[in-house]
């Protein structure tokens, strides 16, 4: 396979796709690069394996994929990135879609190779065949029972023979003989006078009602509702304001400064936090809003800053925004959006309008409060914490 063969190849991967593919490559493990693209060991190998089938690598033999991974596929990436500045075609067109689970054979080959390309011994040659190796026939191997085949024909044998004697019995076999009455001639009884028999009083007859008592099912737990405010009467005060100036027109919370608020307990785990938002147009160094989860003030918190134009996520650390890579999104929206960020584990995700937008997975903060940051002009209304179980 020639060089520009690889590269065209490689511009058929997302851009998920290519950042696993690169940190691969440097022999990094499923796990660890799960923890530096801040996803799932097993979205990290839906992904290897979506690479294997785009790069025509899950039909061939291990040495055969080794070779092809180490000496084309790995060179390639670095002579790609070389070139993309120079030539702003090379760039990635493949679509970002959430991988699918892969099964079967082809996350047995995926898992076999963790751990990264390896390296070939020098002038080893190794021929890549493309083509599908039919399995091989083994004549003389005895294919193993089925024992569900086994318990089937073991339980039709037994009816069988049940249903037999059942016949049998009822239609064949003889009646057992009723000995014959005796013939010794009846010794005349005794008188005995009634009022000499014992007396059998009867007792009460109660009645047992036959019907079976069936419990009611028992409704499962319905998710509690940790916090709520429609702003109709004003503020709740169950918020702290941290900072700057809330004010409530028509029913909504707005501001005319940038303001910081708090709600919450420190313990809470799992939850969804909801509200609707109208922002208006601006970038982030013009003003942002922010809204926090599993927050212990607001410095050390999961947060997902927007504008009406852009976004991103990020893990604030004792004041440091650090940003959640490939989160940044450009939203281009001048109606109310439907804001849903959900932490259950150590699973960050956010919705707006029904839709999934972003998620990611840290373990920096086990618990905490919900923040919220809002900047001139901007609206929240119908705000409201569940619990998720």
Request: a negative charge.
């Amino acid at each position: 396979m020639g060089e520009n063969d690889a590269i065209a190849k490689l511009r058929t991967l997302s851009k998920s796709e290519f950042n696993v593919l690169k940190l691969y490559c440097q022999s990094y493990r499923y796990r660890d690069i799960a923890k530096e693209l801040y996803m799932q060991t097993s979205s990290v190998k839906n992904y290897m394996g979506r690479i294997y089938v785009k790069l025509g690598l899950d039909q061939l033999p291990n040495r055969a994929r080794t070779f092809a991974m180490a000496r084309v596929y790995c060179p390639a990436i670095k002579e790609f990135e070389k070139r993309k500045g120079k030539d702003k075609s090379l760039v990635l067109v493949g679509k970002e879609v959430e991988p699918e689970p892969i099964k079967g054979e082809l996350m047995k080959i995926v898992e076999e190779d963790d751990g990264g390309a390896e390296e070939i011994v020098e002038g080893e040659i190794i021929k890549i065949d493309t083509t599908p190796t039919p399995p091989p026939d083994y004549p003389s191997q005895r294919r193993k029972p089925n024992p569900l085949l086994i318990g089937f024909l073991v339980i039709a044998f037994l009816s069988i023979l049940f249903t037999g004697y059942s016949l049998y019995d009822r239609f064949f076999k003889q009646p057992a003989a009723v000995p014959e009455q005796s013939t010794v001639a009846e010794q005349p009884t005794e008188e005995v006078a009634i009022a000499d028999l014992p007396q059998v009083i009867p007792t009460e007859t109660k009645l047992v009602s036959t019907e079976t008592f069936t419990p009611e099912p028992t409704a499962p737990p319905q998710p509690a509702i940790l916090f709520e405010d429609d702003f109709e009467t004003g503020l709740s005060n169950d918020w702290e304001v941290v900072l700057g100036k809330p004010i409530i027109v028509n029913g909504t919370l707005s501001t005319d400064q940038d303001t910081w608020l708090l709600v919450g307990d420190s313990s809470w785990q799992n939850y969804s936090v909801e509200f609707i938002t109208d922002s208006p147009y601006g970038f982030f160094w013009n003003g942002f809003n922010v809204i926090g989860v599993r927050a212990e003030g607001i410095d050390n918190m999961y947060a997902y800053k927007w504008t009406e134009s852009e976004t991103g996520a990020f893990i604030i650390k004792n004041g440091d925004w650090a940003e959640v890579p490939q989160t940044d999104i450009w939203l281009y929206r001048d109606a109310t959006m439907n804001f849903r960020m959900t932490v259950v584990d150590d699973l960050v995700t956010l919705y707006i309008d029904g839709g999934k937008i972003l998620s990611f997975v840290d373990d920096s903060f086990p618990s905490g409060k919900v923040a919220l940051k809002l900047f001139a002009e901007a609206t929240i209304d119908n705000f409201k914490i569940k619990e998720i179980l």
